[in-house]
């Protein structure tokens, strides 16, 4: 297993680990006061927001890169995180609607007198929380109120203003109740219709026809408001990129979540179906912009915001045709009428899908396509449906409106939507020569003896030809009678008597004679350019050369001299940075008199040790000898010098230093503190234990005169008096060695 898969596969395992300790914080999440409040939110709005979240999942499935094991990590844990909330934001929704599925029904009782049948104070109280009430928490409540016990309403009196509130706001919203009602009550309605047609009668009561106003009224509101979402979505295809079209869609989407919550505030039921929808709609368009599909846009959004609208209108007017036609007492049988308006949504249904499909797979690339294609669509799929539910339905195919309408709508859809199809049909010849016949092919022959005037088997003449003004002849192959014309039209004539082959023959020897030599002389010609241009390029390359080997030996002399000037430069930079570093060694330029010894003393760790100098100075002094520690400076000691100096190797620096006019030798002392501990003898005693390596150099060249080392114990009550007492017994210790 190479190191790659090895961290791929490591990511993807860590991610569920990652996935399960996040559980703990995706439920927090839902604890928190935004979540709750969506939480209470209705079913349609908790699906538009989990649309939201797998939208916003698809673009980052598209957008993210999972190249590297940590963004395979990263990856992996944002794919699962929009799941993981949808879930739980659901969760209750679903719990409501399996207990609702499952509950039992409750017999219908009044709600005015189970409040009424409360004590006085539980009915005072709960008469006062209802008057503080708004209009949607009181329609929450007279839900609440209808499928609550005696038990569960007396126990809801007995909570405060807050607690009813919370209680109130977990509670479904009405709306949707109300919905469904709606359309139960819009199929009752439509089934008296078909009963009553079934029974050919025109009773037909007027509130049913009242409220089949009102629904239609709403569908088309509904409707109005997606065809303008579609005109906004559709005219955005053809003009935005793929990311600026996928930009809209969110924003749509927003608006869309708007539109429903507007409608849920204004109890306006038509505006929350409508942003529902187009939310869906447009969460769905969302993905597929996202996923790579942007041409489908245009298509699915005339599918679903102009098709569905214009069938839920047909759908709307099948039992108000119906009506009509059983007041009018045109059809005697109102069965035949219902009939004919379910195949006017049938074939609406067709002509929607139809054109959807097109659109589809050719979309629009213009701006105002929509103006022109919808009205169209919709125009066709309607008169479809009215031809279909006035003629029989054999006659369908043969009605010259419907084919023709359906002719315009194509004609309409393929000028806006297939512009590719429009710059092939450009390119088409204006006029089409209908004389040339291409039958006869031109055929060329090397020589005389390669012409078959005839064919082998039938003797059949083969070759035709065409006299040139210049006195030549075009040849060509065919076979039959004729007439044959060339493309210039010109008449073939049959090569088919000696003459004229004679002619053919000699004119093609001809031919191939001046073809020969002016191919002769062409390759001549190129043979000779071909050899001036070998000559002029070799004289060419040799004067390259000579430039070249010029231009090098000019650039090596200016290297050499370059680097003759750097090594000059920086030997007399090397020379005066030793002359300063050689200055700096030395305190004193001269002396009164020139001493026997120049002292100097200095640790292993290049610590100067001027105290020890100083002594060892007048040690020499009273032992009859000069010495001065002031010619050498500190900085001899921490640049190092005192180390060369003092294994021998300052004779270069000693020859350029003025030190042998002042002193006869160099006396230098190296000090190492082997130890400091506690005494034995006494309390507060410290003993040192120290070692002193002496060097005595030559002043003239640096070379060793004499060295050796000593070794003294002092005492002392600190580390310096053990120190010090020790080095005044080393120094006591040079008499042996004659110093």
């Known amino acids: 297993m190479d190191k790659d898969t090895f961290q791929r596969g490591a990511a993807v395992f860590a991610s569920g680990y990652i996935h399960r300790l996040l559980e703990t914080i995706y439920n927090q999440l ?114 609440f109120a209808q499928k609550a016990s005696d038990s569960e309403l007396l126990r809801f009196v007995s909570l405060t203003a807050e607690q009813r509130k919370s209680l109130l706001g977990m509670h479904g919203d009405p709306q949707a109740e109300a919905g469904a009602t709606s359309l139960k009550s819009f199929m009752k309605d439509f089934w008296v219709v078909a009963q009553a047609g079934g029974q050919k009668t025109a009773e037909v009561s007027l509130p049913i026809l009242s409220r089949y106003l009102v629904v239609i009224l709403e569908v088309l509101k509904t409707s109005a408001t997606l065809l303008a979402v579609a005109l906004v979505v559709c005219t955005a295809s053809t003009l935005f990129g793929r990311w600026s079209l996928f930009a809209l869609v969110l924003g749509l989407l927003g608006v869309s979540a708007a539109l429903a919550y507007i409608g849920r505030q204004t109890q306006k039921s038509w505006l929350s179906v409508a942003g529902i929808v187009s939310g869906a709609v447009m969460a769905l368009l969302a993905m597929l912009v996202a996923s790579g599909y942007p041409d489908a846009v245009f298509g699915i959004a005339v599918f679903f915001l102009v098709g569905l609208p214009m069938l839920a209108i047909v759908a709307v007017l099948i039992p108000a045709t119906t009506a009509s036609e059983i007041l009018r007492n045109i059809f005697p049988d109102a069965h035949r009428t219902l009939v004919r308006a379910f195949q006017m949504l049938l074939a609406a249904l067709v002509g929607v899908v139809f054109s959807s499909m097109i659109l589809l797979i050719f979309p629009p690339q213009t701006p105002v396509a929509f103006l022109f294609i919808v009205p169209s669509v919709l125009v066709t799929a309607v008169a479809v449906g009215v031809g279909l539910s006035r003629i029989g339905p054999e006659a369908v195919f043969r009605t010259p409106v419907i084919l023709g309408l359906g002719a315009v709508t194509l004609v309409a859809m393929g000028l806006m939507s297939m512009p590719n199809l429009r710059q092939a049909m450009r390119k088409l010849p204006a006029r089409m020569d209908v004389t040339l016949v291409a039958a006869p092919t031109p055929v060329t022959f090397a020589t005389s003896n390669d012409i078959d005037f005839v064919a082998t088997k039938d003797g059949e003449v083969r070759i035709w030809y065409a006299e040139r003004a210049d006195g030549g002849y075009d040849l060509f192959r065919s076979e039959g009678v004729g007439p044959y014309y060339a493309k210039d039209g010109r008449r073939l004539n049959k090569a088919d008597n000696d003459s004229i082959r004679l002619k053919i ?235």
Do not use: C, W
């Open 30 to 143: 839902m604890d928190l006061p935004f979540m709750a409040r969506l939480k209470t939110a209705n079913l349609g709005s908790k699906y538009a927001v989990e649309a939201i979240l797998y939208a916003l999942t698809a673009f980052a499935e598209k957008r993210m890169a999972d190249t590297s094991p940590l963004g395979l990590l990263i990856k992996t844990v944002l794919m699962d995180a929009a799941p993981e909330i949808a879930a739980r934001l659901l969760r209750d929704a679903r719990a409501d609607l399996g207990s609702a599925a499952t509950a039992s029904q409750q017999p219908d009782q009044s709600i005015a007198s189970r409040i009424l049948a409360l004590g006085d104070a539980e009915l005072l109280r709960l008469l006062l929380s209802i008057e503080g009430m708004d209009a949607s928490t009181r329609a929450k409540f007279l839900a």
């Open 505 to 739: 023959a000699a004119s093609v020897d001809r031919e191939a004679a001046a073809k020969a030599d002016a191919l002769r002389k062409t390759d001549l010609a190129a043979t000779e350019r071909k050899a001036e241009e070998k000559r002029r390029s070799d004289r060419e390359a040799t004067e390259r050369a000579a430039a070249l080997r010029q231009s090098e030996q000019e650039r090596a002399e200016q290297g050499r001299l370059a680097a003759q000037r750097l090594a000059e430069q920086s030997k007399a930079a090397q020379v005066l940075a030793d002359k300063e570093r050689r200055a700096g060694y030395l305190y004193a330029r001269g002396l009164p008199a020139k001493v026997d010894f120049v002292v100097s003393a200095a640790t292993v760790a290049r610590v100067p040790m001027d105290t020890f100098a100083a002594a060892l100075v007048k040690y020499l002094v009273r032992r009859g000898k000069t010495a001065s520690n002031i010619v050498l400076s500190p900085a001899f000691i921490t640049a190092g010098a005192f180390d060369s100096f003092f294994a021998g190797r300052g004779g270069a620096d000693l020859q350029d230093m003025p030190v042998s006019t002042m002193g006869s030798r160099l006396f230098l002392a190296r000090i190492s503190v082997n130890s400091v501990k506690p005494g034995m003898s006494a309390i507060g005693l410290l003993s040192a234990s120290v070692v002193v390596a002496f060097s005595v150099l030559s002043s003239q060249d640096g070379s060793i005169v004499d060295g050796f080392e000593l070794k003294a114990v002092g005492a002392g009550t600190s580390e310096a008096d053990a120190i010090s007492n020790a080095l005044d017994r080393i120094l006591g210790q040079l008499g042996e060695h004659g110093y």
